[in-house]
């Protein structure tokens, strides 16, 4: 097994954290204050080509594969994580829908668009009454005529309400299967819609320069022809989606972990109590040790599900081993780097608390742990009920 990483990725590691702490470092604690979108940082991550990382270059995509995605993301996220997830909602949940599931005519409408950043796609999935039950959607797609006509409401969508919104694919009943329950499709809403809303959300804990939109759709009339994919196939669509945000999820929350580790670091090293660095004192060097050993595990982990990903592989217990323990680890973390802050640690003045904030989404977004929890209990053969 060669676990060296190439010299395409090594310089993708190299030129994302040099953009990151040019141009991002230097405004992400006032964008976050702010509580402010940057439509000026989003096109330049485009530029760089973050945005269809795993998209062919014919459609306008970067093609540079998910391991050296998951890296771009990673150090993205080490620097803000508001940034890391406009890039990574805007892949994951955004394009790869399109790509994957799209037709040749979709695919040439909207993906070099998506591609350059002259626009984004978000996934409208997560519904008020709909979180973690994603079947228990109420959102409707009718056919009437040439057309589908939706009537619902999306909650907590990441890029759906900012300038640079161009498409949202949305999941909804269309029907009704032989066996009675709900047939989930997913179609493809221009923004700018007639009978789509876009309201963005405020007042966030995390994320807080990320964009984040509630949607409804009071008989929004959408073309028979936006329906992505086959009738019926949206609930199998929006599993294989998720798969894919995992990944991007786990990269956050590597990328956070590191920086909670370095700052750690940087400060045990630094801060003198009782005439020593506190990091000089085991129980201080023990979390840094810790936080150490954790991230290696979370890099390997997470590295080898984008691997199975590149080589088209099944990650469906892969990406959300990844995804769960990258999350919590980083929420470990950012608890021992705050405690070795103390009470700076407390302050906006210190990077470590808005890591801390942003953390906590990692454990809900793209599937609770306890949901993952179960996704990864189904795939080793744990069988009963509930289950």
């Given at each position: 097994?060669?676990?060296?990483?190439?010299?395409?990725?090594?310089?993708?590691?190299?030129?994302?954290?040099?953009?990151?702490?040019?141009?991002?470092?230097?405004?992400?604690?006032?964008?976050?204050?702010?509580?402010?979108?940057?439509?000026?940082?989003?096109?330049?991550?485009?530029?760089?080509?973050?945005?269809?990382?795993?998209?062919?270059?014919?459609?306008?995509?970067?093609?540079?594969?998910?391991v050296s995605y998951a890296i771009a993301v990673e150090e993205l996220a080490r620097v803000d994580g508001?940034?890391?997830?406009?890039?990574?909602?805007?892949?994951?949940?955004?394009?790869?829908?399109?790509?994957?599931?799209?037709?040749?005519?979709?695919?040439?409408?909207?993906?070099?668009?998506?591609?350059?950043?002259?626009?984004?796609?978000?996934?409208?999935?997560?519904?008020?009454?709909?979180?973690?039950?994603?079947?228990?959607?109420?959102?409707?797609?009718?056919?009437?005529?040439?057309?589908?006509?939706?009537?619902?409401?999306?909650?907590?969508?990441?890029?759906?309400?900012?300038?640079?919104?161009?498409?949202?694919?949305?999941?909804?009943?269309?029907?009704?299967?032989?066996?009675?329950?709900?047939?989930?499709?997913?179609?493809?809403?221009?923004?700018?819609?007639?009978?789509?809303?876009?309201?963005?959300?405020?007042?966030?804990?995390?994320?807080?320069?990320?964009?984040?939109?509630?949607?409804?759709?009071?008989?929004?009339?959408?073309?028979?022809?936006?329906?992505?994919?086959?009738?019926?196939?949206?609930?199998?669509?929006?599993?294989?989606?998720?798969?894919?945000g995992r990944l991007s999820i786990g990269a956050m929350g590597l990328g956070g972990s590191q920086a909670?580790?370095?700052?750690?670091?940087?400060?045990?090293?630094?801060?003198?109590?009782?005439?020593?660095?506190?990091?000089?004192?085991?129980?201080?060097?023990?979390?840094?040790?810790?936080?150490?050993?954790?991230?290696?595990?979370?890099?390997?982990?997470?590295?080898?599900?984008?691997?199975?990903?590149?080589?088209?592989?099944?990650?469906?217990?892969?990406?959300?081993?990844?995804?769960?323990?990258?999350?919590?680890v980083m929420r470990r973390c950012v608890h021992h780097a705050v405690q070795l802050h103390g009470g700076?640690?407390?302050?906006?003045?210190?990077?470590?608390?808005?890591?801390?904030?942003?953390?906590?989404?990692?454990?809900?977004?793209?599937?609770?742990?306890?949901?993952?929890?179960?996704?990864?209990?189904?795939?080793?053969?744990?069988?009963?009920?509930?289950?």
């Open positions: 097994m060669d676990f060296d990483l190439s010299d395409e990725q090594n310089l993708t590691r190299q030129s994302i954290r040099t953009f990151a702490e040019s141009e991002i470092r230097p405004i992400a604690r006032d964008l976050d204050e702010k509580e402010e979108f940057s439509v000026e940082l989003t096109r330049k991550m485009a530029d760089l080509g973050l945005l269809g990382c795993f998209v062919s270059e014919e459609y306008g995509g970067s093609n540079m594969g998910y508001s940034q890391a997830a406009t890039i990574a909602a805007g892949n994951s949940l955004g394009i790869g829908p399109i790509y994957y599931f799209g037709n040749e005519e979709q695919k040439k409408e909207w993906l070099p668009r998506l591609c350059t950043g002259d626009c984004l796609a978000a996934f409208g999935l997560t519904e008020p009454d709909a979180g973690s039950d994603a079947g228990g959607s109420r959102t409707t797609a009718t056919l009437d005529g040439d057309g589908w006509i939706i009537n619902g409401q999306k909650i907590f969508i990441t890029n759906s309400a900012c300038s640079l919104t161009g498409v949202i694919v949305v999941q909804a009943v269309s029907g009704r299967r032989e066996d009675g329950k709900p047939e989930i499709s997913c179609l493809i809403v221009p923004a700018g819609t007639p009978g789509l809303t876009a309201n963005e959300m405020k007042n966030k804990m995390m994320w807080r320069s990320s964009n984040t939109g509630e949607l409804f759709f009071d008989d929004c009339r959408v073309p028979q022809e936006n329906l992505l994919g086959k009738r019926g196939d949206g609930f199998r669509q929006m599993l294989t989606t998720l798969d894919g909670a580790f370095e700052l750690g670091l940087e400060y045990a090293n630094s801060r003198v109590q009782f005439g020593r660095t506190i990091g000089s004192f085991q129980v201080n060097s023990f979390k840094l040790a810790d936080m150490a050993l954790e991230i290696e595990a979370a890099r390997n982990l997470l590295y080898k599900a984008c691997w199975l990903r590149e080589n088209g592989r099944p990650i469906t217990k892969e990406a959300a081993m990844a995804k769960l323990f990258c999350s919590e700076y640690g407390l302050m906006k003045d210190y990077e470590v608390e808005r890591l801390y904030r942003d953390q906590r989404l990692l454990e809900i977004g793209e599937g609770t742990s306890e949901v993952l929890r179960i996704v990864i209990a189904r795939n080793i053969g744990v069988s009963g009920r509930g289950m």
